[in-house]
Structures are given as C-alpha cells and as structure tokens.
C-alpha cells in the first residue's frame, strides 16, 4: 500500500500554469510533475554536498630556448612551427 501525504503549497500562477501545461503535454497527472521535481531538486541537493573537488598538479619544466612572455613564438613552438 502507498502512503501519500496531502498538503498545501503556495504556487506562483506562471510556475503552475507552466507545470499544468507539461503535464498536460506529457498525458500524467500535476502530481506526477510536481513529485518528479522534488526528487530532482532533493537529489541534487545531496550531489552538491558530497562532491569534493581532486586538485592534482602537474610539474614539468620550460622546454630550452621558450620565451613564454612571447605570445606568438609560443604558439609556434606548440603548434611545432619553430
């Protein structure tokens, strides 16, 4: 047996209005609409906090004879024009 709660929300009438359309549209009841949007936002609420960020560097060196303050000498040495 599924257990469903009944409330009262305040809506603004373009957010509904927009809601009752895709439902409409998609053949499903409004609260199917409304539910799938909660999971949605409440799923990636959770995603935000778990997620840390991997820094990792890379250390290497400046190949011979590379003037990097040279724009265009650099770009021709990466695109092997030297």
Do not use: N
């Amino acid at each position: 047996m599924l257990l469903c709660m009944r409330t009262t929300v305040e809506i603004s009438d373009d957010l509904m209005r927009r809601a009752k359309r895709k439902a409409a549209d998609e053949r499903v009841p409004l609260r199917d609409i409304v539910e799938a949007a909660l999971r949605s936002y409440l799923a990636d609420a959770r995603d935000r906090q778990t997620y840390r960020l991997k820094w990792r560097t890379e250390h290497g060196e400046l190949m011979p004879g590379v003037d990097i303050f040279d724009r265009s000498a650099l770009i021709d040495v990466m695109e092997g024009r030297e």
